[in-house]
C-alpha cells in the first residue's frame, strides 16, 4: 500500500458527505435535525480525531443552527474544522451545505459547534503540537 502525502485533512479537517433519501426525512418533508447533527458530530470526531491522533468523544455540542431546509435528493456536505485545542479538548466547528445535485445550487444549511474531549486522558495535542495552555476540562476539574 503506498502512503499518501497528508492534504489540508490532515491538519484537522474532515469533509462528510451524503445523498438525502426519504428514511431521512422529518413529518415536514425535510431532513431530519436528528440526522443533520449525526452527520456532523461525525464530521467533528474525524477533525478531532485527526488532530489528536487519539481517541475523543463529544462532551457537548455548544450550538447548532439550522438556516435552510434540506429536501430528499439533495446532496449535504458536512466541513469539519478545529478551532481551539487545548490540553485535554478541542473546540471543532461544523459548516452542512446543502446541495441541488441537478443544478449544481450551494446554499449553507446547518452550523454546529461541537466540544471535543481525550477519553483516555491523553493530550489533544501529540507531542510537538501547541495547546492554548491551562484550561478547566467541562467538568470544571483543572488537567
Known sequence: MTALAGGPEAAGDAHLAEV????QLNHHGTYFAGAALGLMS???LVAARRTARGD??????ERSEFRSPIYAGELVEA???VERVGRRSMT???EMVAEVLTTG???RAAFGQFEMVSVDGAPSVPDGGSADGDEADL???VP
Not at 438525502?20 to 428514511?23: D, E, I
Not at 475523543?56 to 455540542?61: H, I, N
Open 20 to 23: 438525502v433519501f426519504p428514511g
Open 105 to 107: 445550487e450551494r446554499r
Open 79 to 81: 466541513t469539519a474544522r
Open 42 to 44: 461525525r464530521a467533528a
Open 92 to 94: 471543532v466547528a461544523v
Open 139 to 141: 467538568f470544571g476539574r
Open 56 to 61: 475523543v468523544v463529544m462532551a457537548a455540542c
